[in-house]
Each structure stands twice: as C-alpha cells, then as structure tokens.
C-alpha cells in the first residue's frame, strides 16, 4: 500500500480513536550523545572531537528511565523510579517534573537550569509540527514521523506518534499529535528518547502529581531569556552550555 494513502488513512482513524480517553504509563529510556554534541558547538575543532572520542567514546551509554503517566487528558512526566543496586554510581538528578492538562490547555512544570529550580505554571505552548511520509514500529505500535524546532537551541526534533494510543502527549513535555509521541530524536541522535515500555493496563485511582513543587516562579518568556543569553555567553567564552541547562 502505497505511504501517502496509509498516513491518510492514520490520520482519519486517529479522529474516532480520541473519543475514547485511555490511561496508562509509558517508560521512556533517554540516551544522550555528548560526544555528538560537543563536536558541533562552533568553537570545537576536530582535534578535540577526536580527543573526546578517545576518552570517552568506549563507555557504555545505559540512559536514564522515565515515566509518562496520562489519564483523563492529563499527565506527569519524570523519573522513573528505579530500584538501588550497591556497587553503581549515579549522577545527581536535575529536578523535572512536567505536569500537562490538555483539557484546560496548562502546563505546570518544575525545571532545574542553571544550577536553579524554576516552577512555571501558565498556558500550554503550541507546537507547530510537519507531518512527514515515514513510518515504522516501535513497541509494537504502528509509528508516524513529525518534525519541529526548538530555535532556542538551534535543534530540529523528530517526533514518532502512534495514533493506536488516542493521547496527545509525550516525552520532555512534547505534544499536540493526534497520537502518543514513542520517540524523540533531538538534532539527529544527539538525544533520543524511545519508549522501553508500554503499560496501558493499570487502573490509577489518581496520577502521581505531588502535592507540592518548589521553585523559584516564573514563565517560559523569562527562562528563555535567562538561557538565551547564558548559551551566548557560554559559546563566547568556549565552553558547553548544555553542561548547566537540559539538552
């Protein structure tokens, strides 16, 4: 069957599918390519990215897990919690906790950049997304591909979204797709966030939203001044900025 008539085809059945709220929990492992990611900040030669790559290159990328739990058109994404094993080292977690309401169109969420904790509660951004003609499987689910960008950090994003979960949400507060978003490829593997498992079975009285979140209040037009300028800054005086603020 030929590409464009399937996607149509997703697209139309995606339409009777949302009439029917679902609720569940999806983990998401998140791998992150430094090495990728160093290599392309405009002041890292070659000799560098080789050097990188000598030290760091051979170390085993296990990721980090987390939850995306969604009922009645809302959800919590965060960390997975993950049962301590002795003898491992793990790196002190940024606090993330992205709470979306897709019903009342709000967002309230709880970021850690720049060495701070930022609590934003306002209206829920809208995502513009291109629709392309690409399709594959993940988790066993039937998979579209979107595209986006976050010009604040000069990243194109692609997003896979199965309309089979009648959601419209996803990873790293992402959403607005006639579908749960599965994957998400940042800037060409620099990062990506794929769906490890699929648990639509569990019967939440409530999600697991905290009752309280404390950060210094603000609002997504500040923040991206505040990161604006330190990611400038950062690149003048040679060094990563995605060191301090979430890639």
Same mark, same amino acid.
């Given at each position: ?25 999806? #983990? ?26 000598? %030290? ?18 809302? *959800? ?8 301590? %094993?002795?003898? %491992? ?30 609590? !934003? ?5 809208? #995502? ?13 689910? !039937? ?18 979204? *199965?309309?089979?979960?009648?959601? *419209? ?7 607005? !797709? ?15 966030? %794929? ?22 209040? #603000? ?29």
């Amino acid at each position: 069957m030929n590409k464009t008539i399937i996607i149509i085809f997703f697209l139309l059945v995606s339409i009777s599918l949302f009439s029917q709220l679902p609720q569940g929990t999806i #983990t998401y492992n998140r791998k992150t390519d430094w090495i990728s990611i160093m290599s392309k900040l405009p002041y890292v030669s070659q000799e560098e990215v080789d050097r990188y790559t000598l %030290t760091w290159g051979n170390e085993e990328n296990k990721g980090q897990n987390y939850d995306l739990s969604f009922k009645n058109n809302k *959800s919590i994404y965060t960390y997975a919690i993950e049962e301590k %094993t002795d003898n %491992t080292y793990s790196w002190n977690k940024d606090a993330l906790v992205l709470i979306r309401d897709y019903k009342a169109k709000k967002i309230k969420d709880l970021r850690e950049e720049l060495g701070k904790k930022f609590l !934003l509660e306002e209206d829920l951004p809208k #995502t513009k997304w291109k629709i392309l003609n690409e399709i594959k499987e993940i988790e066993g689910y !039937l998979c579209m591909k979107a595209e986006t960008r976050n010009e604040l950090k000069d990243q194109t994003i692609h997003a896979w979204f *199965s309309d089979a979960i009648p959601f *419209s949400g996803g990873p790293e507060g992402y959403g607005g !797709l006639p579908g749960v978003i599965l994957e998400l490829n940042i800037n060409d593997g620099d990062a990506v966030i %794929t769906a490890t498992k699929v648990n639509l079975e569990s019967s939440m009285d409530k999600l697991p939203i905290p009752n309280k979140m404390k950060g210094k209040k #603000t609002n997504r037009k500040e923040l991206n001044s505040k990161l604006e300028k330190f990611i400038a800054q950062s690149i003048e005086g040679r060094k990563n900025p995605f060191w301090r603020i979430r890639y």
